[in-house]
């Protein structure tokens, strides 16, 4: 690693209406090093970076490429100076080629009227070569998330970039295409290519950065050298305290002796999942684990009425009971909270209050009319509740940040009172703070006796909450451990079909 | 003394500044000011613009059109649109036009066009959401089936019904002291759904579809029987104005109802609807026929010829669209 500082901002201050973003902020980017990028949920990593790539314009401050000054009006600027942002949400063109899809700021910019297809071709295999196999001529939506990453990705390089912008590009991959890519990335720093690594996760961030930057509500809290620091460092600055007790105790005793909350028996969709049977009860967390796309999510869809089922059956509290419709479910006390927050979840221009009561209307509702009064003061109670930040509730949820939106849509669940509470990825692009408050309020309605059903792709969380977890592979259930079994040699070995209990 | 005059003066100008600025933010005040401004340029350029006998001309000419808005507006807010209101609304008027020609009594006629305004309405809403196709291309084909069967119905030439009994033709001709019937129903209507798109729970969950089909699924919301519902809604108020009309002319003329589409849709763009779902009102849409129907008696009084019509109509739209699309990239921006 040189010490040739490649890009430096400096006291860069951002407002919006109503809040400070970002309040001085300093980064220093080596020649060919990775730099990681931490911070909460809301500390400003995106907006710092939206910057840096020309989208927003800072109130005050300089940015500095190659110690000369710069103004970056546009992205368009900020390519020239050899920047490039591969943001968390691919932003490809669907339905045309891969190589259309790299050189789509050359083909914009061409002044001759028709595309040389074969030589098109011929360079994009040459840019995608070292990055893996990805055939040129393949259109987007025929490729996986991360062949399409590595796609954003050679779109980047193809501009010559020397300054790579890496935002969460890992929390859509699966553990292979992970490391595929952190090869990608050394290859990169190889070349002598800087890399902004934005990430929650601190494995990796040890594993694969020189420096780690923090952010912390718009203020820089500055870098540490990897080799010379800890995650609880790291953890700690982010937070502004230390992150002790990270799991709250488990239930005492045998929960399965508690009263019967759920029984599912024999559930098949003939597709996705096959004979899922399993118990749950009160007070108890029972984990769902399982690679992606073992059918998890399916599962827990088809109780609450929202996949399709050809078999099985649901007793709830004894009863047999029969749920063809989501609403079935609610009336019940059994709600789900989806993986995908943005589409499945949230009415991102709706107030707070209106996602908050959207659950079960009628509940503020008189004579068929949404009764203001009862509607504000529900929402408000369930906001203070889980202290999501907000200024008020009457703003849309679209102001919040990614960690008070999860917190929002667990407002919406708890607003109805709930029996079982089904949670899917719950923790899924949330910040150190937020994930523990969560993983709190999770142990604490479990104590109310709500029962729980959590499915994580997160190992630490799944072992650190669950009572009992029910392992899936392929659509079938390879049974479900409890106690000392719930590790994650065990998980993994299940998990990969090498082993069942008790199935 | 003069500089406690001016702090007097500044004050009732900021306080009337703040109200300007207040009315000015919500989209229903917008529309007010500038009905307002039209009218005042007008009342200067025609002195028939500002007589009984004028409004009462424009009443009538948006009132009609005003029912269907309300469909239009509660369509636009669940995300989908209604290109077949005008053919549907014709239809009504032959079914019930062809079925009292027939001998059946005029009232039951009308009964049966709405239901079977309300039945196309109930087969729209079957394709978008059992079928699964887009709102824009099932209401395209529907225009043509509508507009088709209306010709076959009349073998392509106008019914005429003056035989209608007086009762009947009192809801299109009659007044109740010096307003037109047709305005009170107008009323009545307009009243009473703007009122429910504000407060109702059923409304409520419109709304949530609109802003995110997905979501409303997973907040328990039945979204396909809801799409359905607005679908028939929808056709049904078009149905209505249908006999409304043929009541007033005393003819059911199988050309009728060309364009409709363009005025309405045109009408909830301006009064705030958005074509990506999830926001309008009554009022607003309301307000936005109005200003159009104002405008266009304005062109007549102004001597402007007939076909000049469509294309100041199109130039407002455009206009209306872009005021909002702006507005809305400055959301986002902000």
């Keep these: 690693m040189s010490s040739e500082v490649v890009l430096a901002v400096q006291g860069i201050v951002k407002d919006f209406p109503g809040t400070r973003a970002l309040d001085g902020v300093d980064l220093d980017l080596h020649k060919g090093e990775i730099l990681a990028l931490v911070g909460e949920n809301g500390a400003g990593k995106s907006t710092l970076m939206n910057i840096i790539d020309g989208v927003l314009q800072p109130n005050e401050g300089k940015i500095r490429i190659n110690g000369e000054e710069v103004v970056l009006h546009t992205p368009l600027d900020a390519q020239r100076y050899g920047i490039g942002f591969v943001h968390q949400e691919i932003a490809l063109c669907q339905h045309v080629s891969v190589a259309e899809n790299i050189f789509m700021a050359e083909l914009n910019t061409s002044k001759k009227s028709l595309v040389n297809y074969n030589d098109l071709y011929k360079r994009a295999a040459e840019i995608l070569a070292p990055l893996g196999a990805v055939d040129p001529k393949k259109r987007v939506n025929e490729l996986s998330i991360s062949n399409q990453q590595i796609v954003e990705i050679a779109k980047a390089l193809s501009l010559d970039c020397k300054i790579l912008i890496l935002d969460e590009p890992t929390a859509a991959l699966t553990e292979s295409e992970t490391d595929a890519l952190f090869k990608i990335m050394q290859d990169l720093k190889a070349k002598g290519i800087s890399i902004i690594y934005i990430s929650h996760r601190m494995a990796e961030i040890f594993s694969q950065c020189d420096r780690v930057s923090i952010l912390r509500d718009g203020v820089y809290c500055g870098s540490l050298n990897i080799a010379e620091t800890d995650s609880k460092e790291v953890v700690s600055k982010m937070v502004g305290r230390e992150i002790t007790n990270l799991y709250p105790p488990k239930f005492q005793g045998d929960c399965t002796k508690e009263e019967e909350l759920l029984r599912v028996q024999g559930f098949t969709d003939g597709f996705r999942f096959n004979d899922i049977s399993f118990t749950l009860h009160q007070g108890e967390i029972l984990g769902f684990s399982g690679l992606i796309g073992a059918g998890r999510s399916e599962v827990m869809k088809a109780i609450c009425g929202l996949h399709p089922k050809i078999g099985g059956s649901v007793a709830f509290a004894g009863e047999q009971i029969s749920i063809s419709h989501y609403e079935d479910a609610i009336q019940r006390g059994i709600v789900y909270l989806t993986e995908d927050r943005k589409v499945e979840g949230v009415f991102l221009d709706l107030s707070i209050r209106k996602n908050i009561s959207a659950l079960k209307i009628d509940q503020v509702s008189t004579n068929g009319l949404v009764d203001r009064h009862k509607e504000n003061g529900l929402s408000d109670e369930y906001a203070a509740k889980l202290n999501i930040k907000c200024a008020s509730t009457t703003h849309d949820v679209s102001s919040l940040s990614g960690g008070n939106q999860q917190k929002v849509l667990l407002a919406k669940l708890l607003s109805i009172r709930p029996k079982v509470i089904i949670l899917d990825e719950p923790t899924r692009g949330i910040d150190v703070g937020a994930k523990s408050e969560i993983h709190k309020l999770i142990r604490n309605l479990a104590n109310e006796g709500i029962g729980i059903i959590m499915i994580s792709s997160e190992l630490p969380e799944l072992i650190g909450l669950s009572d009992r977890v029910l392992v899936m592979h392929e659509g079938d259930s390879c049974g479900i451990i409890c106690g000392d079994d719930i590790n994650e040699k065990k998980i993994i070995h299940m998990a990969s079909g090498l082993e069942k209990v008790g199935v | ?334």
């Design chain 2, 1 to 334: 003394m003069s500089e406690n005059m001016t702090v007097k003066n500044n004050s009732v100008l900021s306080t009337l500044g703040n109200v300007f600025t207040k009315v000015k933010s919500f989209r229903e005040g917008t529309l007010i000011l500038i009905i307002l401004a039209v009218c005042v340029i007008m009342s200067f350029l025609s002195p028939y613009f500002m007589t009984w006998g004028n409004w009462r001309a424009i009443f009538l000419s948006f009132s009609t059109e005003g029912i269907v808005v309300v469909g239009m507006t509660v369509m636009l807010i669940i995300g989908g649109i209604d290109l077949s209101v005008g053919a549907v609304m014709c239809l009504a008027m032959c079914v019930a036009g062809r079925l009292f020609l027939m001998g059946m009594n005029p009232w039951l006629a009308s009964i049966i066009a709405l239901a079977v305004s309300a039945g196309v309405g109930a087969i729209m809403g079957y394709f978008v959401t059992k079928i699964g196709l887009v709102h824009f291309i099932t209401t395209l084909a529907f225009l043509g089936i509508a507009r088709g069967s209306c010709y076959v119905l009349t073998q392509g030439s106008p019914l005429s019904l003056f035989t209608l009994p007086a009762s009947f033709k009192f809801i299109g001709q009659g007044s109740v002291g010096p307003f037109p019937f047709i305005i009170i129903i107008f009323l009545i209507i307009v009243i009473f759904s703007d009122f429910m798109v504000r407060k109702s729970s059923i409304m409520r969950k419109v709304f949530y579809t609109g802003s995110n089909e997905k979501a409303a699924l997973f907040s328990g919301i039945r979204v396909n029987k809801i799409k359905l519902g607005v679908s028939v809604l929808c056709s049904s108020l078009a149905g209505l104005a249908g006999i409304i009309y043929m009541s007033r002319f005393g003819a059911a003329t199988p050309g009728f109802g060309v364009g409709l589409e363009m005025t309405t849709i045109s009408a909830a763009v301006i009064g705030g609807a958005s074509l990506n779902g999830g926001e309008g009102t009554v009022l607003g849409s309301i307000l936005g026929v109005a200003l159009l129907s104002i405008i266009t008696s304005s062109l007549i009084l102004l001597d402007v010829s007939v076909y000049w019509q469509d294309l100041v109509k199109g130039l407002i739209l455009l206009f209306a669209v872009s005021v909002d699309h702006f507005q809305h990239a400055k959301k986002m921006k902000a």
